[in-house]
């Protein structure tokens, strides 16, 4: 029998999904739409479902010394309007979507769903996100670049559900998120761009930069961001043209019913390009 | 199966139905309520908003799972009110509906952007219908409208 369960605690939940069969779903605004069989059908979810939306346990948004820690099953449009939560990914949320998926969309519900597209991951891969996953047999926590394997696929186990995501508290002077997309609600990236920096006396301490839709995951160059802390902002904005070449062999993307990859691949550098620019 | 009950414009309802059916189709299925349309079918046109404990979501990627314990408000429940007349008044003055569709997702969009925020400037009612569409007004009508049904409205929300 194909069970269906709606548990009313996370202790509920993890017994529910033990056996390793079923699945989990958040708010719903992705897998609902992929599981749909059209008007008057069940979506389909045949090996059974287990819903996590309406645990009241997971919504929250807490702020420590160093880090903001959000429930999973937190709405995006409670972030939004949250005094606590960066104003980045307040910039990066009022993109998402729409007013009424934002009500039950999530930031798990990102994650699980592990598209290349997905607007919340490019944030959480330049802040260096941790997430945490609960089975009924313990607890590990990851970071997000280790959780997303690939496109649409993630490193979670059947038994596990993501309980929550940890936002380490970085000092940026500069930010910028630009998403490319054909219209202001419900278009999925074309291409995004997120980056961030920090620079002091007009030295460079913190370079991060994101691209999201142009390859297997978001991209993000660490090994490049290392080479340029230390810089005079002068020095970075005369090297720019070589600071993109490096990047650019990182930028992959492909064609599809979307976008295709000369102009994914000519945006995404050219927004690096203008980040510089305006440091 | 389990029942599931929740509050269905204004009443108490109890249905017994799959968790994962759609609350689009719990609607206009067993409660015979058609204003909520399906237009895509994909949480992308609003054809098929819904207010939830007063705020707008997707009926269409909505299971019929979290629907306990809510307050569902569709079109029909909503009609008759003070603040449906205002919205509707200044909906047909301006031009607002034309084959009427979407009709229904708009006014569940304005009311849910008015009761958070009832002065809106145009920008924040452009942001309040973005996830509507409509392909006969080209929006500004319908823009217009809910300005004129916040201002004439005044005191309602």
């Not at chain 1, 999973?72 to 009424?100: D, F, G, Q, R, Y």
């Not at chain 2, 509707?88 to 979407?102: H, L, P, S, T």
Request: charged share 25%; proline share 5%.
């Amino acid at each position: 029998m194909v069970e269906h369960i709606v548990p009313a605690t996370l202790a509920e939940a993890l017994e529910a999904i033990a056996d390793g069969k079923k699945e989990v779903i958040a708010g719903g605004t992705d897998l609902m739409v992929q599981r749909r069989k059209g008007a008057g059908r069940l979506p389909d979810f045949p090996d059974g479902l287990v819903y996590l939306f309406d645990l009241d346990e997971l919504k929250y948004v807490r702020k420590t010394a160093d880090a903001l820690h959000i429930g999973a099953m937190t709405p995006l449009e409670e972030l939004l309007k949250h005094p606590h939560v960066p104003n980045l990914l307040k910039t990066i949320i009022a993109e998402m979507a729409s007013p009424a998926l934002r009500r039950v969309a999530t930031i798990a519900g990102n994650i699980a769903n592990a598209s290349p597209a997905g607007d919340s991951l490019i944030y959480l891969y330049l802040i260096d996100a941790n997430v945490k996953l609960i089975s009924a047999s313990g607890e590990r926590s990851l970071p997000i670049h280790e959780i997303i394997t690939g496109p649409k696929t993630t490193c979670l186990t059947k038994q596990e559900i993501i309980v929550e995501i940890t936002i380490p508290i970085h000092r940026f002077t500069h930010e910028r998120f630009k998403k490319i997309g054909p219209r202001r609600s419900d278009a999925i990236s074309k291409a995004s761009f997120a980056a961030a920096a920090f620079i002091e006396e007009d030295i460079i301490r913190d370079f991060r930069v994101a691209f999201g839709a142009v390859s297997a995951t978001v991209v993000r160059c660490k090994d490049i961001e290392e080479t340029l802390k230390g810089t005079r902002v002068d020095a970075l904005k005369e090297a720019s043209r070589s600071i993109i070449e490096r990047y650019a062999s990182h930028i992959r993307p492909i064609d599809d019913q979307r976008s295709n990859k000369v102009y994914r691949k000519t945006v995404s550098t050219n927004l690096l390009a203008d980040f510089i620019a305006t440091l | 199966m389990e029942s599931i009950e929740f509050v269905l414009n204004g009443k108490p309802v109890s249905i017994r139905r799959h968790p994962s059916a759609r609350l689009l189709d719990v609607l206009r299925e067993d409660f015979g309520l058609k204003g909520t349309k399906e237009g895509c079918g994909e949480g992308e046109c609003g054809a098929c908003a819904v207010l939830i404990d007063h705020r707008i979501v997707n009926s269409c990627c909505y299971p019929l799972a979290y629907a306990r314990g809510k307050r569902i408000t569709t079109i029909e429940g909503f009609a008759g009110t003070p603040r449906y007349e205002a919205i509707a008044r200044a909906m047909g003055e301006e031009g607002g509906v034309q084959c009427g569709i979407c009709t229904p997702g708009m006014i569940i969009a304005a009311e849910s952007l008015l009761d958070e925020n009832p002065k809106p400037s145009e920008e924040e009612i452009r942001v309040g219908l973005s996830g509507n569409l409509c392909r006969c007004t080209g929006y500004n009508m319908i823009v217009k409208a809910i300005r004129r049904a916040a201002k004439e409205g005044e005191g309602l929300w």
